[in-house]
């Protein structure tokens, strides 16, 4: 397996499990059960699962009236994208992929 599989491997588990915890978390919260807590839900963002947590979010209607995930999720996916970008169009060519 090269590099640019197991990236494209890791990418589509993580935002997965962000889904994933965010549907577990709303099922949770509506059965007044343990819930995941809100660090856990911005690390699996910033590990790359921010595109599974926003989907997450307005789809089951989750932790879409706290205005830290509204604007914090969004823009973890902005600075994620800004540094792919970086990385594929850098002057300095990093030959990671």
């Not at 549907?23 to 819930?35: E, G, L, M, T």
Request: proline residues 3%; charged residues 10%; positive net charge.
């Amino acid at each position: 397996m090269n590099t640019v599989m197991i990236l494209l491997l890791y990418v589509i588990i993580i935002n997965f499990m962000g889904f994933l915890f965010m549907f577990i978390d709303k099922r949770r919260s509506q059965k007044r059960a343990y819930r995941i807590p809100e660090s856990t839900l911005f690390a699996l963002a910033l590990l790359g699962g921010s595109i599974g947590c926003l989907f997450g979010m307005y789809i089951c209607r989750h932790k879409t009236r706290h205005w830290y995930f509204v604007y914090g999720m969004p823009a973890i996916l902005c600075l994620q994208v800004l540094l792919l970008g970086f990385l594929i169009f850098s002057p300095l060519q990093i030959k990671f992929l």
